[in-house]
């Protein structure tokens, strides 16, 4: 089942118009949430930034968070889903054509929710492959990386690129050749046991499992550094990492066919345990409150 604007739907009744700006222009924005056990993971940090990206693009959100939640939890059960992968899109709506968002009076809000598939385990295992691409990162002044927009175009040539190489996942750097992000992840590197990665004014999404790896890095007394690196730090980093709300903590193991380690590294291991009990502990409070 779908929900589609106030209602669950059953997924082939789950139509929008081709009017529709988020189809004409990806005019619009969207959150990837994950659900533990039922729970979803950080559920208000994830409302907070879809509620960002909306202000970032004049785009009223038509429910309060608590009707999000409601609509959420309402989707998982209908689709008896307890580890799942959540998306929730909002587009402009649907208006003739033209850019003028007023020519849209009512958004399209849309939940979708599927089971969660684990990532091989190899992959953690042995690390991914990821490749440092020829596409740019949006210049920030142009369209901010924080803007969680439907107009993926920027992050698609990148996963093109990295595709055609044999990777994984693409590194974007930015228009100053500085180290900037994934198509759908952020990036870390160790380097003489200090966690490193970029910081968000080099235009990036500021990922919300980013910012719990470095809360958890901080807490376990590694020292971080949000900044302003080069691809050399990256070809000449201990460990590499990417994040996002899906993988959690994913090892890199090679980069444009530069070996950087066959297992996961001590930090990264360790950090991913950490970000896992963070997760458990989070479940663990939500099911007291309910009770
Ligand atoms: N960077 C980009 C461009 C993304 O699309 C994502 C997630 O989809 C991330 C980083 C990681 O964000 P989060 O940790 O909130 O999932």
Do not use: W
């Not at 968070?65 to 959420?72: D, F, L, N, T, W």
């Not at 730090?233 to 090892?251: G, H, K, R, W």
């Not at 291991?269 to 479940?283: F, G, M, P, R, T």
């Amino acid at each position: 089942m779908i929900y589609l604007n106030d209602e669950l739907v059953p997924k082939n009744k789950a139509l929008i118009s081709v009017f529709d700006h988020g189809f004409l222009y990806g005019d619009g924005i969207y959150e990837t949430l994950r659900a533990y056990n039922g729970v979803v993971f950080r559920f208000d940090e994830h409302l907070e930034r879809l509620f960002r990206s909306a202000f970032m693009i004049s785009l009223t959100i038509p429910k309060t968070s608590e009707e999000i939640k409601q609509a959420v939890y309402e989707t998982m059960k209908a689709n008896r889903q307890e580890d799942a992968v959540i998306r929730i899109s909002i587009s402009r709506g649907a208006g003739p054509i033209g850019l003028d968002p007023d020519l849209c009076p009512k958004p399209t809000f849309v939940i979708m929710s599927g089971e969660f598939k684990e990532y091989p385990k190899q992959y953690y295992q042995k690390g991914i492959k990821i490749a440092i691409v020829n596409t740019r990162r949006n210049f920030k002044d142009a369209l901010n990386p924080q803007i969680k927009s439907l107009n993926f175009l920027n992050n698609i040539l990148a996963k093109i690129e990295a595709k055609d190489r044999g990777a994984y996942e693409a590194v974007m750097m930015n228009y100053r050749e500085y180290v900037a992000e994934g198509t759908i992840s952020n990036i870390f590197f160790v380097k003489d046991k200090a966690l490193c990665t970029p910081a968000v004014d080099v235009g990036i999404l500021d990922g919300i499992t980013r910012r719990i790896i470095i809360d958890a890095a901080k807490e376990a007394g590694i020292d971080v550094k949000e900044g302003r690196f080069r691809k050399e730090d990256l070809y000449n980093a201990q460990e590499v990492f990417i994040s996002n709300t899906t993988m959690e903590v994913m090892p890199v193991g090679e980069i444009d066919d530069i070996k950087i380690g066959t297992k996961p590294g001590r930090i990264t291991k360790a950090l991913h345990s950490a970000y896992k009990k963070k997760v458990a502990e989070y479940i663990r409070q939500c099911r007291l409150h309910i009770k």
